[in-house]
């Protein structure tokens, strides 16, 4: 239930499951860099190939994510290029992604998860 961005109260975007990231063309393209260190709750390692699938099945349109699917808006595909970077692009410009992506943010259990407060 972790986002890889959160928002301060300032509404400056912040870093949670991602440490980093950027933008390019447009906001066609983002790139993200997982924290490293991150579990899930049965101790398995978080990952960008475990990132991708779950967005891969919320725009799986088998998986009737309506709501989710129309945060992440107009996607043209996501990549794991490596083990701890997530790049997600776009048809054309989106620019309310981190908006989206900070949405669901608990940060406590994930604070406990890395073992440091973030």
């Given at each position: 239930?972790d986002s ?36 899930f ?51 054309q ?26």
């Amino acid at each position: 239930m972790d986002s890889l961005v959160g928002q301060a109260p300032d509404n400056r975007f912040t870093p949670w499951l991602a440490e980093r990231w950027e933008i390019e063309g447009n906001n066609t393209r983002y790139t993200f860099h997982l924290r490293q260190g991150v579990t899930f709750s049965d101790g398995t390692a978080l990952n960008a190939a475990a990132v991708k699938y779950n967005y891969d099945r919320i725009l799986d349109p088998k998986t009737t994510s309506s709501y989710a699917r129309s945060l992440l808006g107009p996607v043209e595909g996501v990549a794991a290029p490596d083990e701890s970077t997530v790049v997600i692009t776009y048809r054309q410009p989106f620019a309310p992604l981190l908006q989206a992506l900070s949405l669901v943010n608990d940060q406590k259990p994930v604070a406990r998860l890395i073992g440091r407060e973030i």
